[in-house]
């Protein structure tokens, strides 16, 4: 039995946006922002279902679903797999246009309602090492009291997520363990067999129901995924060795410079520090009188 990746942009927006199984949204809702009895999501209807997409209508999609419960609170549920410098201000953004697009012009401001933001981030963010899950709000500095309680976001970063499948004690706790391991097993775990919503995401990433489109798609989006990391990490390796190559020009430059005032010539410069002659007399051009 071999699962897809949850993290896959097809396979995302199957498990959490499509209204077959919208009971595995509500779950994740829940167990995410782990909402008291009497203010759990029971229902929800999605702004953006889930439509099977085509390969040439993936070069700026945002990987997202946005819902609607039965309060009328706007959940946006983002899957963030590369690291993005401008995620929180993205973040930020896609919240509050969430928010005003709630009112047409002249409309009450008493019709606005909460808009909560859950990220999911292959990267690791905030500022505890062991912290998974971080909750922010807007709070006032002195007495952090949260008037302005139209926002909230969740965010759930994956790397700093290290529990073996024995050792998750909660809802949220399997799914990031989902997220995060579904890839790799060879079947359902144990502590999801019971569970009916955990069945059907598992359902879901077996693949055996999706559309010969749906599986080019997923397998496009996972060959690109590969071939962008594949390019960062080319990037970072040029860079560092870059980086490299100038702090070792910068110290010869340097070590070269007081070897020059202490008189030295610049064929025992060169002997000495393993340079060519002509280097050296390149710095010791630059080099002021």
């Not at 946005?66 to 983002?78: G, L, M, P, S």
């Not at 599986?215 to 690109?224: K, P, T």
Request: charged residues 30%; proline residues 3%; hydrophobic residues 40%.
């Amino acid at each position: 039995m071999k699962f897809a990746d949850p993290r896959n942009d097809i396979a995302f927006k199957k498990i959490f946006g499509d209204a077959q199984h919208k009971e595995v949204l509500i779950h994740f809702i829940n167990a995410a922002l782990d909402f008291p009895e009497g203010a759990k999501v029971v229902d929800v209807s999605f702004t953006n279902p889930y439509q099977p997409p085509k390969i040439e209508d993936l070069k700026e999609t945002i990987l997202d679903v946005t819902a609607t419960d039965q309060k009328n609170r706007t959940f946006i549920v983002e899957m963030q797999v590369q690291r993005d410098v401008y995620f929180a201000k993205r973040s930020l953004y896609y919240t509050s246009k969430s928010y005003v697009s709630q009112l047409d012009a002249g409309e009450d401001y008493q019709q606005l309602k909460k808009v909560h933001f859950i990220g999911i981030l292959d990267f690791e963010f905030g500022a505890k090492q062991d912290q998974y899950v971080s909750n922010h709000l807007i709070l006032d500095v002195d007495t952090k009291e949260n008037r302005l309680n139209d926002f909230a976001f969740c965010f759930i970063a994956l790397p700093k997520f290290h529990k073996t499948v024995d050792q998750l004690n909660n809802a949220v706790d399997k799914w990031i363990y989902f997220f995060k391991h579904a890839s790799k097993l060879e079947g359902v775990p144990e502590p999801y067999q019971r569970d009916p919503v955990f069945r059907t995401a598992f359902e879901v990433v077996q693949q055996y129901g999706w559309s010969k489109q749906e599986r080019d798609v997923y397998d496009y989006v996972s060959i690109r995924r590969g071939r962008e990391l594949s390019q960062i990490r080319t990037a970072k390796e040029e860079g560092e060795r870059i980086g490299l190559e100038k702090g070792e020009k910068r110290l010869a430059h340097k070590v070269t410079s007081q070897l020059i005032a202490r008189g030295m010539s610049d064929e025992e410069i060169a002997q000495i520090l393993d340079l060519g002659v002509e280097e050296v007399a390149a710095i010791r051009r630059s080099v002021p009188a």
